[in-house]
Nanobody
Framework: QVQLVESGGGLVQAGGSLRLSCAAS????????VGWFRQAPGKEREFVAA????????YYADSVKGRFTISRDNAKNMGYLQMNSLKPEDTAVYYC?????????????????WGQGTQVTVSS
């Protein structure tokens, strides 16, 4: 199995940027896709972005398209979410998730492994 640890969250003003990181350990020698999800208070967990094993395919929620960029470095077992032009509505706990296989998915139920989450707060 894969263990995931997120970092990089914090407090930022609207219009600012943050870069979230996701460190993977454990059985990382098998192909796995990575997704980022977020959950705001009182709301369901929602899809943010996903990337395939080779990084050749990326997907974004409409709400973050053009502002967020997902990437990965398989040599370092790292995943990243660059967040620019942040808005107060981006405030949430952000989770990194992994699923074995080459193809990513927007459905959180398709991911087997989850990090503990990192808080992102955007002030207006």
């Amino acid at each position: 199995q894969v263990q995931l640890v997120e970092s990089g969250g914090g407090l930022v003003q609207a219009g600012g940027s943050l870069r979230l990181s996701c460190a993977a350990s454990g059985r990382t020698d098998s192909a796995y896709a990575v997704g980022w999800f977020r959950q705001a208070p009182g709301k369901e967990r929602e899809f943010v972005a996903a990337i395939s094993w080779r990084g050749s395919s990326t997907y974004y929620a409409d709400s973050v398209k053009g502002r967020f960029t997902i990437s990965r470095d398989n040599a370092k077992n790292m995943g990243y979410l660059q967040m620019n032009s942040l808005k107060p509505e981006d405030t949430a706990v952000y989770y990194c998730a992994a699923r074995y296989g080459f193809v990513s998915d927007y459905d959180p139920s398709k991911y087997n492994y989850w990090g503990q989450g990192t808080q992102v707060t955007v002030s207006s």
